[in-house]
């Protein structure tokens, strides 16, 4: 099995975002998303290939340093990407969450304009029932409006922080240490085939 044909495996270089620094810091990030994904479809191809050479060998092959570099890389761009795709969660949180924030406005302002519009009439349990029943509304009302606010103030100020930290550099680091692999992979093979060979 030594005399097979190397493998041939071919990398493309993840695309550099392609984004004004101006822009919101969303549309940043999700540039910055899509390179490390695409970092990391290079290490998963460049794993696939050297776990098939090495059981052409049996095994029997050190991994060459680049792949050891290579797997660092592999859990930095997952921790990295985890990291983003939790703050972008953040950041899709706040439009929904402001929203609420104002139809809860909307409400109160509603529940008041029924309160202060009351035409005051002779006492009554009916009367005293329906006041107490949108003071009761009301209450709940704010209640949600004020824990919606709270959230949102939450969701804002972890915005703000990400928008003031540095996004991970979306570089494509990793298409050199996967070129190294391969090269690795391909001059093994051929050094087998060259050693099987009968001259």
Excluded: C
Excluded at 86 to 104: F, H, K, Q, R
Excluded at 107 to 128: N, W
Aim: no cysteine; aromatic share 4%.
């Amino acid at each position: 099995m030594l005399n097979q044909p190397p493998p041939v495996v071919t990398l493309t270089a993840a695309p550099a975002p392609v984004v004004d620094d101006n822009s919101d810091w969303p549309a940043r990030a999700q540039a910055t998303i899509a390179s490390l994904s695409r970092q990391l479809e290079i290490v998963a191809q460049t794993e696939q290939a050297w776990g098939a050479f090495a059981a052409r060998r049996d095994g029997d092959t050190p991994r060459p340093a680049a792949l050891e570099l290579l797997l660092g890389r592999k859990t930095l761009l997952m921790q990295q990407r985890t990291v983003l795709e939790s703050e972008m969660v953040t950041w899709g949180a706040i439009a929904p969450a402001a929203a609420d924030l104002a139809d809860y406005d909307q409400q109160l302002a509603d529940l008041d304009q029924q309160l202060t519009g009351v035409v005051p009439q002779p006492p009554s349990a009916a009367h005293e029932a329906s006041l107490r029943s949108l003071r009761e509304q009301r209450d709940a009302v704010a209640t949600r409006r004020d824990a919606k606010y709270e959230e949102l103030v939450l969701l804002q100020s972890a915005a703000q922080d990400t928008r003031d930290r540095p996004l991970p550099d979306a570089r494509d680091l990793t298409l050199p240490l996967a070129t190294e692999v391969i090269k690795a992979i391909n001059d093994a093979a051929q050094q087998d085939r060259a050693w099987r060979l009968p001259w």
